[in-house]
């Protein structure tokens, strides 16, 4: 496999194995998509194959922060289809992930100090498997009833049908990070003794009947994604072993690709973040269980994220914080030679042709009108 060889997940392609991966912008107005998420999803659509708009909220109590994206109201979805229209108009295949922040909503945005804001400061009761927090600064989540449970699940399927009707074209389900999907899977959240806790199968069932009920509503033509975080970093947290488990069980429940992505169920993590750290998770989870997968976490740039592909890792390869700081590092590499210059937008193609790969190495090109 080559990083620039289209990829199929069911009737969609990816025209190469390079994606954004989803990264809350904390830029929305009243829950729905800004000019600022148009500039910013539009410019990284340049180059990959698929684009993984951030964390959308199911419902109110889903957010994190208050300026998150939401998709529990039919008066969001003009803006989130003009957002999947602008990806599209790239080249790039629209996704969109879908959240519930379970026990770590309710806070500020990052620079605005990432702190809980309490409710008599306007903010909304969280909620987990059990009344147990994330770390100190952090509210005891309130454990949601059976009858809380269903409504969750039945907004989760909502969602994956507002997507669909706003026209992306990738759903992914957030269970990683600490959010509510994956506190009920972590041992180190969940002490439940219902059918929604307990042993691995009783603890995956929440993740396992939102797949269900996304499934009904999202288009079968169309490929469904989960995150998980593969490993909590703890020692007696959900391991790798459990993930290729739960991957095996979500392949068969119709999920297409599985995006590795690890931690944020308990803080402090001891973790050693090396370039690719997370790419055994990836995979050891496609060879045992025959499931596409993703890597992400600090992969440095496209030619790591064309090791990754050559060595049969993952399919896909995510590229997060390396697109917020260069988001037209594909530009450059086409114009350097190394990858295809198709990807390249015609209205920049002769930049590319007269300076090469290095803005200046062509100066003695005029740049003529
Ligand atoms: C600003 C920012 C926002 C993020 N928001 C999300 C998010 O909404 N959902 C999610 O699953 N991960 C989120 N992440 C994690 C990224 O998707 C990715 O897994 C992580 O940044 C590691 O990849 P990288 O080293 O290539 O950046 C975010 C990361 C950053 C830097």
């Known amino acids: 496999m080559h990083l620039f060889e289209p990829m199929r997940l069911r009737s969609v392609t990816l025209r190469n194995r390079l994606g954004l991966p989803p990264m809350s912008q904390y830029s929305a107005d009243e829950h729905r998509v800004t000019s600022w998420h148009l500039t910013h999803y539009a410019t990284r659509a340049i180059g990959p194959g698929l684009v993984v708009v951030e964390a959308t909220a199911v419902s109110p109590q889903g957010l994190v922060t208050p300026q ?11 803006p989130l289809t003009r957002l999947a229209d602008v990806i ?25 100090g990432d702190r809980w804001i309490r409710p008599e400061e306007g903010g909304w009761e969280v909620v987990g498997p059990s009344a147990i927090r994330f770390a100190d600064g952090y509210p005891v989540p309130k454990a949601l009833t059976e009858r809380e449970i269903d409504r969750v699940i039945d907004q989760f399927a909502e969602a994956a049908a507002r997507a669909l009707a706003c026209g992306y074209e990738f759903l992914e389900l957030h269970a990683g990070h600490g959010r509510l999907l994956h506190s009920f899977l972590s041992p180190a959240a969940n002490r439940r003794t219902d059918g929604w806790g307990g042993d691995i199968a009783a603890r995956s069932r929440l993740l396992v009947e939102v ?19 593969c490993v909590d970093w703890l020692e007696d947290g959900w391991s790798l072993d459990d993930s290729v488990w739960l991957s ?15 931690g944020g169920i308990l803080r402090p993590l001891s973790v050693e973040r090396k370039p690719g750290y997370q ?3 990836a995979r050891r ?11 992400v976490g600090m992969i440095r740039d496209l030619w790591q994220a064309g090791e990754i592909i050559e060595a049969g890792d993952s399919d896909l390869v995510f590229l997060g914080r390396s697109m917020l700081v260069e988001p037209l590092q594909i530009v ?14 015609l ?9 090469g790969g290095t803005a200046g190495a062509g100066e003695d090109v005029p740049p003529e009108l």
């Open 285 to 295: 989870i496609r060879q045992e269980t025959g499931i596409a997968t993703a890597s």
């Open 88 to 112: 599209r108009e790239q080249g790039a295949v629209p996704g969109i992930q879908l959240s519930h922040g379970g026990r770590k909503g309710s806070r500020t945005r990052p620079w605005d």
């Open 248 to 262: 095996r069980v979500l392949r068969a429940e119709g999920v297409d690709l599985v995006d590795c992505s690890s």
């Open 68 to 78: 998150d994206l939401g998709i529990w109201d039919d008066a969001f979805t003009g």
């Open 279 to 281: 790419v055994p998770f």
């Open 332 to 345: 450059r590499a086409a114009a350097q030679g190394m990858v295809p210059k198709s990807l390249v937008p």
């Open 347 to 355: 209205q920049y193609r002769r930049a590319v042709d007269q300076l």
């Open 211 to 229: 797949v269900r009920a996304v499934r009904a509503r999202w288009s079968d033509d169309l490929p469904l994604g989960v995150r998980l975080s």
